[in-house]
């Protein structure tokens, strides 16, 4: 088949909105099956998955396209011929189109700064307050109150977590509007945060969590991107919820994990303690400890399975487990873990299973035991990490 039969940048957005034909997966399946195709797919998925939400962000679609952008200029360097240069150039353009022609069509309602409350804008991990300012959570200092609700302090517990501190005053407090924050934690970093209820989050690389500052009387909901875990206070009267994409879990006082990042198609739900109802596609689970629900989100089919979850969640102690993974399943966990970008220069696919325990600091040690276990070695740029023979 001719390279030019189809153009793949519309090509890849038709297999991510599941429009492609047979003949065009069949052209799709081929062209994936060279190593840099798949990284500048996962690259692109990235970018739409951050966009393509009910609830798409500016500031989240951005860190997706800081990624995407440096992936892009490695790309375009004199080495790659000038069809594919101009491909990817037309790939940049049209994502950028359906990012933000997405975000104008769910744009909220403009939010006015009040006067002398400065906006900071932040690379690393970023706070939006109900009122429009954002804040770097990662700075020296953080102890402020929320511009809609200044009985209600946001404190600095350490340089990885905070927390919402709720004015005796308020408890009884009548009837009033909801006012939401929003964290956003880009690849390479983990957070926490203690809520106004006392629930602790923790939240993990590529992931975002939007919740009110304080909750209503009858429901606390709460909304995650990517790969969150929670310790729920018990309130049997207010029901604790936790809204995604692709699932909806409802609980009242439990210790479980969403992962949503939608890797291979799936989004999954893990319970350490407690009982959860986990709403999935048409289906309805309530799930025991130890157990986990993956929901396929191409097929709609969800499969309930036994595991060993304290272990699974070791990822907020700082502790990433690979336990019987594939390779390109572990190449996709340590680009997020680690914040980097890994290129698999060797010409080869690797079928090989992986299983190892990998610490939240140490990017070398954890390259260099792939590495040792497929006989390959490696070189570290800024940013990415090359794989070679």
């Not at 069949?26 to 062209?31: I, L, R």
């Not at 200029?73 to 950028?96: D, I, Q, Y």
């Not at 957070?191 to 969590?209: H, Y």
């Not at 909750?215 to 604790?240: Q, S």
Request: net charge negative; glycine share 6%.
């Amino acid at each position: 088949m001719e390279t030019e039969t189809f153009n793949i940048d519309e090509l890849l957005i038709r297999v991510l909105s599941h429009q492609a034909e047979q003949e065009e997966i069949v052209y799709f399946s081929e062209w994936m099956k060279d190593e840099r195709n798949r990284l500048y797919f996962e690259k692109f998925r990235k970018v739409w998955n951050l966009s393509s939400g009910r609830h798409a962000d500016r500031e989240m679609v951005e860190v997706g396209l800081e990624d995407y952008r440096r992936f892009m200029h490695r790309s375009l360097s004199p080495k790659h011929n000038m069809k594919r240069v101009w491909r990817m150039l037309s790939a940049v353009a049209v994502v950028m189109i359906g990012v933000f022609a997405l975000l104008r069509l769910y744009e909220p309602e403009k939010q006015i700064v009040p006067e002398g409350k400065e906006i900071i804008y932040s690379k690393g991990i970023l706070l939006t307050l109900s009122d429009g300012r954002k804040v770097n959570v990662l700075s020296d200092s953080l102890a402020l109150s929320d511009g809609m609700e200044d009985d209600i302090k946001i404190s600095k517990i350490n340089n990885r977590e905070i927390a919402y501190e709720l004015n005796d005053s308020l408890a009884g407090a009548g009837d009033f509007e909801l006012a939401y924050n929003e964290i956003i934690v880009p690849a390479g970093e983990r957070f926490s945060l203690r809520l106004s209820d006392g629930t602790k989050v923790w939240i993990n690389s590529e992931s975002s969590l939007r919740y009110p500052i304080r909750f209503g009387k009858e429901r606390r909901e709460v909304e995650v991107r990517g790969n969150v875990y929670f310790e729920v206070t018990r309130d049997t009267a207010c029901p604790f919820v936790v809204a995604g994409r692709e699932l909806v879990t409802e609980v009242l006082g439990t210790s479980f994990e969403v992962n949503l990042y939608g890797d291979r198609n799936e989004a999954s739900a893990t319970l350490v303690e407690g009982k959860v109802r986990v709403q999935a596609g048409k289906h309805a689970v309530v799930m025991k400890p130890d157990e986990q629900i993956v929901f396929n989100t191409k097929s709609g089919d969800v499969e309930v399975k036994k595991v060993d979850a304290a272990n699974m969640v070791r990822w907020k102690d700082g502790v990433l487990v690979i336990d019987n993974e594939r390779f390109d399943d572990v190449v996709w966990k340590l680009e997020r873990w680690y914040g980097v970008t890994i290129i698999n220069e060797t010409g080869k696919s690797f079928s090989q299973l992986f299983s190892g325990e990998f610490d939240r600091e140490d990017v070398r040690a954890a390259i260099e035991t792939i590495c040792v276990n497929l006989g390959i070695q490696y070189r570290m740029n800024e940013d990415s990490i090359i794989l070679q023979k």
